[in-house]
């Protein structure tokens, strides 16, 4: 497996002090996602939990729907110029009867916010793809557990705490305890760590769950707890106004600045129950 961080030299300037010393950071390496042996997608992100990337992302794009769907998968030979297994391709084998994403479409997922598509468009793409009523959960979230949620995210980042650029993702229970957490260079990696571990283990859908982000809240999060029947999205910063609109139109509680003693409550507001 690739190193989840490496070391390197840096010229460290605090004021008047300049020194030469290695200093740790994450590392980033490719991940090619290949289906019966075609590829499929490749992704940037922090080895480990790789298998969990994968079902997470086949899950959230709408590939499958559960681990019944995914026949086999493993690392296939991809070696570095010593002749080394780098650990950067996973072939996954789908489930007899589970239909195979058209490879000639130039992108077949959902995008991000940053690709530029139709707004309205995408909202209706989720909605029809996703299986899961997430407008129906009676989750109720007090409002003292929803703010310790940042606090217990950042207590449990052991690989941000040694480089300090990992974004962090954690699934959480509406009484505060934390039943998985993924660290990753991208914050839409380390959702689909979370929601894969959720998937390998047939936990879909993540019913009654709250889903705590280190960033923002992008489109693409919101998509992907939708994706999983997440009826509670948190994040330490903003949301995008995509992400607003998709949370509203599925039936997601979406939470921002979720920071301190305080926070943004941007849809399906009733979730969260204030203090009398």
């Known amino acids: 497996m690739g190193r989840v961080t490496s070391r390197t030299p840096v010229l460290r300037i605090r004021g008047s002090q300049h020194t030469t010393r290695p200093d740790t950071v994450a590392a980033e390496e490719p991940l090619e996602i290949r289906l019966a042996g075609k590829p499929l997608a490749v992704t940037m992100r922090t080895p480990g939990d790789d298998f969990d990337l994968v079902h997470g992302f086949l899950a959230t794009e709408g590939v499958i729907a559960g681990h019944d769907d995914v026949a086999g998968l493993r690392y296939c030979d991809s070696v570095d110029a010593d002749g080394r297994n780098t650990y950067n391709v996973v072939d996954v084998d789908l489930a007899a009867g589970v239909p195979i994403?058209?490879?000639?479409?130039?992108?077949?997922?959902?995008?991000?916010?940053?690709?530029?598509?139709?707004?309205?468009?995408?909202?209706?793409?989720?909605?029809?793809?996703?299986?899961?009523?997430?407008?129906?959960d009676e989750v109720r979230l007090p409002l003292e557990v929803l703010l310790a949620l940042p606090d217990a995210l950042r207590a449990e980042q052991q690989v941000f705490e040694k480089t300090g650029g990992l974004h962090a993702a954690g699934l959480f229970t509406a009484t505060g305890e934390l039943g998985a957490l993924r660290e990753d260079v991208g914050r839409h990696n380390a959702v689909d760590k979370v929601i894969g571990d959720a998937v390998r283990e047939g936990r879909l859908p993540l019913a009654g769950h709250v889903l705590m982000v280190s960033g923002r809240a992008s489109f693409e999060l919101t998509q992907k707890a939708a994706m999983a029947g997440i009826p509670v999205l948190a994040a330490v910063s903003a949301p995008s106004s995509l992400a607003v609109e998709l949370a509203r139109e599925v039936g997601i509680t979406l939470v921002g600045f979720l920071r301190g003693d305080g926070c943004n409550v941007y849809t399906h507001t009733g979730r969260v129950v204030l203090p009398d």
């Open 101 to 136: 994403p058209d490879f000639g479409l130039e992108r077949n997922f959902y995008t991000s916010s940053s690709c530029g598509v139709c707004g309205k468009a995408s909202i209706d793409a989720i909605r029809t793809k996703t299986t899961f009523d997430v407008t129906a």
